[in-house]
């Protein structure tokens, strides 16, 4: 079962945006809305950030939004903080298998 | 509070069993889907299987598919997961997590388990 497609790093400086991809295909991303991102810290379990491609779950900061364009969902981290230091994952609904997948993951570096 | 607990991790040789348990509270147990997520030492996280709220629906990856099973005990607000035939590749961190509007927003703390002689 193959993975979205995320870069493998992304980095900013303190106050920042930077943005992750997620690339799929017309069974998954492209083709429903039902895309989540997931925040991850080491040996942490992960952090629901972004749900539907745009949500924001109480509590989560307005820095971290969510679109899609095609097949290619992205997750944007305006105003970069130390905090934000961690790796992402998005996920998606993929009708082709009726199963859920989860993209390869982006380690965010805030130099 | 709202918390999952997963438990049963453990060592197994290759071909093994071995059942983990997740411990809902804090929520409407009986009214959620329910799912396994896994991850292996250092990579991504991966989908395993989905119940839904009554157990009578299940869903599984490809690679599990007749040697993993999703149940659900809604009278003692708990989740298993029964994994037989293990292999090396099933060595992962195993995650419970509710399913609600398709997408994962309470997750356990995960529970460790290694497939190995």
């Known amino acids: 079962q193959s993975a979205l497609t995320q870069p493998a790093s992304v980095s900013g400086s303190p106050g920042q945006a930077i943005t992750i991809s997620c690339t799929g295909t017309?069974?998954?991303?492209?083709?429903?809305?039902?895309v989540s991102w997931y925040q991850q810290y080491p040996d942490k379990a992960p952090k629901l950030m972004i749900y539907?491609?745009?949500n924001r779950p109480s509590g989560v900061s307005n820095r971290f939004s969510g679109s899609k364009s095609g097949n290619t969902a992205s997750l944007t981290i305006s105003g970069l903080q130390a905090e934000d230091e961690a790796d992402y994952y998005c996920?998606?609904?993929?009708?082709?298998?009726?199963?859920?997948?989860f993209g390869t993951g982006t380690k965010v570096t805030v130099l | 509070e709202v918390q999952l607990v997963e438990s049963g991790g453990g060592l197994v040789q290759p071909g093994g069993s071995l059942r983990l348990s997740c411990a809902a509270s804090g929520f409407s147990f009986s009214n959620s889907w329910m799912t396994w997520v896994r991850q292996a030492p250092g990579k991504g996280l991966e989908w395993v299987a989905n119940?839904?709220?009554?157990?009578?629906?299940?869903y599984y990856v490809d690679f599990v598919k007749g040697r993993f099973t999703i149940f659900r005990d809604n009278g003692k607000n708990s989740l298993f997961l029964q994994m037989n035939s293990l292999r090396a590749e099933d060595t992962a961190v195993y995650y419970c997590?509710?399913?609600?509007?398709?997408?994962?927003?309470?997750w356990g703390q995960g529970t460790m388990v290694i497939v190995s002689s």
């Open positions: 119940i839904n709220q009554d157990g009578s629906a299940e």
């Open positions: 017309s069974s998954d991303v492209g083709g429903y809305n039902h």
């Open positions: 996920s998606s609904y993929r009708s082709s298998t009726i199963s859920y997948v």
């Open positions: 539907e491609v745009s």
């Open positions: 997590a509710r399913h609600v509007d398709w997408t994962y927003d309470i």
